[in-house]
């Protein structure tokens, strides 16, 4: 099996969503352009203009902006990044800081084939402002789960996670910025390991 993922032909595709800054896209095709197990073969944001969409270009990954404004009520929105998932042939798909929830169809779609990274011990604090929420309820350590995504928000089986200590003088930005050099490893390996089987 990896013998097979080392030849470039037969690498599993890689799509990576994001909505922001992109540094944990940017240690995904890192890896992966190290490692060559897997290819980095889009970068699909939801917003124009943001820092990730340059990185990924820097990197020398496609990109495609499918900005969720241009859709009324959302209607088409998933569709079109499903349309040009299909159309760049993706076996992958990871969510870093992609900020959009997917709909269910399309996460049927996608079934065991979306991880995703989300900044807290899932399953404490699932959606936003996870580490001011672990903070404020006095816990001694926060984290990061890579998970499955299924319909239910950041509800998937969990894949692996990566804790780090919550410290006293620690504010919401201080622990984030931890918590995210955890992400940054945690991430591609779990990938790693998850396309391993
Ligand atoms: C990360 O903390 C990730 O866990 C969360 O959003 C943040 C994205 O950061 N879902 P970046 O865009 O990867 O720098």
């Given amino acids: 099996m ?3 993922q080392r030849n470039p032909e037969l690498a599993p ?10 540094s944990n896209m940017v240690a995904l095709i890192k890896d992966m352009q190290d490692r060559g197990y897997a290819e980095p073969s889009l970068v699909i944001s939801n917003k124009a ?9 820097q990197l020398g990954v496609p990109t495609e902006v499918i900005p969720h404004q241009a859709f009324p009520k959302g209607d088409g929105f998933q569709e ?7 159309e760049q042939r993706i076996n992958f798909i990871c969510l870093a800081g992609f900020m959009q929830i997917l709909d269910a169809w399309f996460v049927d779609k996608w079934k065991d084939r979306i991880l995703n990274i989300h900044p807290s011990l899932l399953p404490k604090y699932k959606g936003l402002n996870t580490h001011q929420r672990a903070i404020d309820a006095g816990d001694t350590e926060a984290g990061c789960s ?3 995504v299924t319909a239910e928000l950041d509800d998937g089986p969990i894949l692996a996670q990566a804790k780090v ?3 006293k003088e620690d504010t919401a930005r201080t ?5 995210l050099s955890e992400e940054h490893k945690l991430f591609p390996r779990t990938l790693r390991q998850y396309l391993d089987g």
Avoid: M, N, T
């Avoid at 622990?175 to 918590?179: D, G, N």
């Fill in 2 to 4: 990896r013998r097979l």
């Fill in 13 to 22: 595709k890689i799509a990576i969503l994001i909505s922001g800054g992109g």
């Fill in 49 to 57: 203009l943001v820092p990730g969409v340059i990185k990924a270009q």
């Fill in 80 to 86: 079109e990044i499903h349309v040009a998932l299909v």
């Fill in 146 to 148: 890579v998970h499955l």
């Fill in 165 to 167: 200590p919550i410290l």
């Fill in 175 to 179: 622990l984030a910025a931890r918590v």
